[in-house]
C-alpha cells in the first residue's frame, strides 16, 4: 500500500510540475487549432459583431496551407527499412527489414504519421505517435500497432530537448478514456474482474482539452492514466578480458555463482569463471505506472520488452533555449494567425464600406417605427412613425438618408497585401501553391517542380525532425519485434526461417541502421523498384533478366508464365554459351594457322640468311684477282640491270658446281 501512495504522489507531483509549464503552449495550441478549423474570431471580437449586428464572417487561408504541407508529406511518403553497416549480414539485415515493412503496413504506421504530422508540427506544433502491441487477433504474442497522440492527451518533461528519441526525457504522462471492454483488452484477467468492481467517475481537473469522456449513451468512460519514468537498476555485465565481448546477464546472483563455477561448453576443461569476468553496472529503464481511476493496477518495467519509451514526438519549431513555453514550439499555423485576422477585419471593413456606400440613416429618436432598420443592408425601406399633434415627423428633418463618400483608396490593395502575407510569412509562394509565375504564365513543367522544390526548402527543419522521428519509430519497431515475436511468427512474415543473429541484440545494435527508402506496399514491390532502377542504369542494360523483374513485380502473370519464361532465357543462355564455345574454338584454329605459318617463314628466312652466309664464306677463298674482277662484274649487273637478264637468273650458281673449283658463270668473263 505504501508502494502504491508513493505511485500516487509522484504521478500527482510529475503532472503537477509539467502541467504548469506546458499550459501556456496548450492554450495556443488550442487557438492554433481554431484557426485552422476556421474560427479565427477571438470571443471578445464576436461579442463586439454581435452587439453591431454584424456577422463574423471568415475567409480561410490557413487549411489551405497546413493541405499544402500535408499533401506533400502524403504523395512523397518514404518507407522504413533496415541497412547493413560495414557488410554486415545481409541476409539477418533483408529479414529484420522485411519484418519491421510488414508490420509498419498491418499496423498503420504510415498513415499514423501523417496525421501526427498534419496535425503535430503543420498545425499544433507537437504530437506523439506510439508503439504498442495489440492482442486483438493474436492474443498470444500480439500484433505491432501504431497510434497517434494529440497534444492535450499527454505531458513530457518540460525540459526535453530531443524530440524524436525522447533519450533526455525523465518523465512522460498520458491520459486516456476508456471503456470497461476496452481496458479487459490490456489488463491480465485477475485484474480484468477487479475492474468490474470500479465505479466510472469521468472528467476530472487534468487534461481540460481532452477528448469527451463519455460513450454514445452518455455513461462516464474510465479515466486511463499512464505514468513513464527513466530510473536505474543494478545489473551484471559480463565481459570476456581478451575479445572485449560483452553481455547482460539477467540472473540472480546464486545463477550466476553456478554459472560461473560450470565448465564452458565449447572450451573443454575451462569453466565460464576462467574465461568471463562480472562487471557490475547501472542500467537505464523505462517504469510504468498504470492507474485507473486513481487505483494503482500495474507498476514495474515497460511491458513489451523495450526498455523504452514506446514513443516519438513529432515537433514543429522547437527552440529548447527559450524559457517561455508560449513560443517555445510551435507550428506552421501559429505564423498565419496574425496575418489571417488582419485579413479578416480588412475584409470586414471592406464589406462594410460597400454595404453603406448608397446611404446611411440619421433619425431622431422616435421616428421610426423599428429603429433595427437603420442598421439593415442594401435597399432599405423605412417605417416612420407619424407622430402626435404637437409634433409631426418629416422626412428630411427627423429622419435623412446620407449618400456615402465611396470606398477609401487603397483599401483592396491592403486587402491583397495581407493575403499575400499569409502565405509568404511561413514559408509558402506562388509557385509552392501551384501557381504559375506572373512574368511567364508558360514557363516549362520542369522548371516549375524546381521551383517547387526549392519553394520547400525553407520547411526543411520540419521534414528534418519527421526523417528522425520515422528513424527512431523504425529502431524501436524493430526492437519491441526482437523481443515479442517468436521464430515461429518471423518465419511465417518472411516465409524461411530466422537466422541466428536476428535477435542478438548486439547485432541490432552495431550492425543495423534504420533509413528511409522508397514507399512501396511490401518488401517485394522495394525489391522490384530498385531492380527497374537497376535495369534502366546503362552498365546494367541487358543483365536483368526479364523472368526477375516480373517474379519481383505484382502483375498476376501466374507461376507457369514466368517459368516457361524461364525455361526460355535458360535456352537462350545455353545457345549463346555455343555460340561462344565455337567462336572460341574458331579464334583459337586461326591463331594455330596463323602461328604455324609465322613459324615457317621465320625457318625459311633463317635457312636464306644460312645460305647467304655460306656463299659470302666460300666467295672469301677466292684468289684476289678473281674476287675484284667478281665485285666489278656485280656493279656492272647493278648498274645495267643484269643485261635483260631475270633476277633469278642472274645470281650466282652454288660454288663447286665449276672446274677447278671456279663458280660456273652465266657469262663469260673477260
Known amino acids: 500500500m505504501a508502494a502504491e501512495n508513493d505511485l500516487k504522489t509522484d504521478f500527482d507531483d510529475a503532472y503537477q510540475n509539467s502541467v504548469e509549464k506546458w499550459w501556456p503552449f496548450w492554450r495556443e495550441a488550442k487557438t492554433d487549432i481554431k484557426f485552422t478549423l476556421n474560427d479565427p474570431w477571438s470571443e471578445s471580437d464576436k461579442t463586439k459583431l454581435k452587439k453591431q449586428e454584424r456577422d463574423a464572417l471568415k475567409w480561410n487561408r490557413v487549411r489551405r496551407m497546413v493541405n499544402l504541407l500535408s499533401g506533400w508529406e502524403r504523395r512523397n511518403r518514404l518507407s522504413i527499412k533496415l541497412n547493413p553497416i560495414e557488410g554486415a549480414d545481409r541476409k539477418t539485415i533483408d529479414q529484420m527489414s522485411g519484418v519491421v515493412q510488414y508490420a509498419w503496413q498491418k499496423g498503420g504506421a504510415y498513415q499514423t504519421i501523417s496525421d501526427a504530422y498534419y496535425h503535430g508540427p503543420l498545425m499544433t506544433g507537437l504530437a506523439l505517435v506510439e508503439i504498442y502491441i495489440d492482442y486483438t487477433n493474436d492474443p498470444i504474442n500480439g500484433d505491432v500497432k501504431f497510434v497517434r497522440l494529440p497534444y492535450n492527451r499527454f505531458l513530457l518533461d518540460p525540459f526535453v530537448t530531443d524530440l524524436s528519441g525522447l533519450t533526455d526525457c525523465s518523465y512522460l504522462l498520458t491520459r486516456d478514456y476508456m471503456s470497461k471492454d476496452q481496458i479487459k ?8 474482474k477487479e475492474i468490474e468492481r470500479t465505479l466510472a467517475q469521468g472528467r476530472d481537473a487534468k487534461y481540460p482539452d481532452a477528448p469527451a469522456a463519455k460513450d454514445f449513451k452518455g455513461k462516464n468512460l474510465y479515466k486511463v492514466d499512464r505514468f513513464f519514468r527513466r530510473t536505474t537498476m543494478r545489473s551484471m555485465m559480463l565481459v570476456e578480458p581478451n575479445s572485449g565481448k560483452n553481455w547482460e546477464y539477467k540472473g540472480n546472483k546464486a545463477q550466476l555463482q553456478e554459472l560461473l563455477a560450470s565448465e564452458h561448453p565449447a572450451i573443454p576443461g575451462k569453466n565460464w569463471g576462467q574465461l568471463v569476468k ?132 487603397g483599401l483592396l490593395e491592403g486587402i491583397q497585401l495581407a493575403d499575400k502575407d499569409m502565405e509568404e510569412i511561413p514559408g509558402g509562394n506562388e509557385t509552392l501553391l501551384g501557381l504559375p509565375s506572373k512574368d511567364d504564365p508558360q514557363e516549362a513543367w520542369i522548371m516549375g517542380k524546381l521551383r517547387t ?69 511490401t518488401q517485394k514491390q522495394m525489391k522490384y523498384a530498385q531492380l527497374m532502377a537497376l535495369a534502366q542504369m546503362p552498365q546494367f542494360q541487358g543483365k536483368i533478366p526479364l523472368s526477375m523483374l516480373l517474379e519481383a513485380s505484382d502483375l498476376e502473370l501466374g507461376t507457369d508464365f514466368i517459368k516457361q519464361l524461364q525455361q526460355g532465357e535458360a535456352m ?16 583459337e584454329t586461326q591463331s594455330a594457322t596463323t602461328r604455324a605459318k609465322g613459324a615457317l617463314y621465320k625457318a625459311q628466312e633463317q635457312k636464306a640468311l644460312a645460305d647467304a652466309v655460306s656463299q659470302i664464306a666460300k ?48 657469262i663469260t668473263t673477260r
Not at 643484269?642 to 665449276?658: D, H, I, R, T, V
Open 453 to 521: 522544390m526549392a519553394g520547400l526548402t525553407i520547411f526543411e527543419p520540419l521534414i528534418d525532425n519527421l526523417r528522425n522521428s520515422c528513424k527512431a519509430l523504425g529502431d524501436k519497431s524493430l526492437r519491441m519485434i526482437q523481443a515479442n515475436y517468436p521464430k515461429t511468427k518471423v518465419a511465417r512474415i518472411i516465409n524461411e526461417p530466422p537466422t541466428d543473429l536476428f535477435y542478438d541484440k548486439d547485432f541490432t545494435r552495431y550492425d543495423v541502421l534504420a533509413v528511409q527508402g522508397l514507399q512501396t506496399e
Open 185 to 192: 483488452l490490456m489488463l491480465p484477467i485477475a485484474k480484468g
Open 278 to 409: 562480472p562487471f557490475p553496472f547501472n542500467k537505464m529503464v523505462v517504469k510504468l505506472g498504470l492507474l485507473i481511476e486513481d487505483k494503482v493496477y500495474y507498476d514495474d518495467d515497460e511491458p513489451h520488452g523495450l526498455e523504452d519509451y514506446p514513443f516519438s514526438a513529432l515537433g514543429g519549431y522547437f527552440t529548447p533555449e527559450s524559457d517561455d513555453f508560449r513560443i517555445r514550439l510551435s507550428g506552421v499555423v501559429r505564423d498565419m494567425r496574425d496575418p489571417q485576422t488582419d485579413s479578416n477585419r480588412r475584409r470586414m471593413k471592406f464589406i462594410d464600406i460597400m454595404d453603406n456606400f448608397l446611404d446611411a440613416v440619421v433619425a431622431k429618436k422616435g421616428a421610426l417605427v423599428n429603429p433595427k432598420q437603420a442598421y439593415q443592408r442594401g435597399p432599405m425601406v423605412l417605417w416612420m412613425n407619424e407622430g402626435d399633434a404637437d409634433h409631426r415627423y418629416e422626412v428630411g428633418k427627423d429622419v435623412q438618408i446620407l449618400r456615402g463618400g465611396g470606398a477609401v483608396p
Open 619 to 666: 666467295i672469301m677463298d677466292l684468289p684476289l684477282d678473281r674476287m675484284h674482277k667478281l665485285m666489278e662484274l656485280a656493279m656492272q649487273l647493278d648498274k645495267e640491270g643484269g643485261f635483260g637478264l631475270e633476277p633469278s637468273q642472274a645470281q650466282l650458281p652454288a660454288p663447286g658446281s665449276g672446274q677447278g673449283g671456279t663458280p660456273n658463270m652465266p
Open 572 to 587: 537462350e543462355k545455353q545457345l549463346k554459351m555455343l555460340q561462344l564455345k565455337e567462336m572460341l574454338t574458331t579464334s
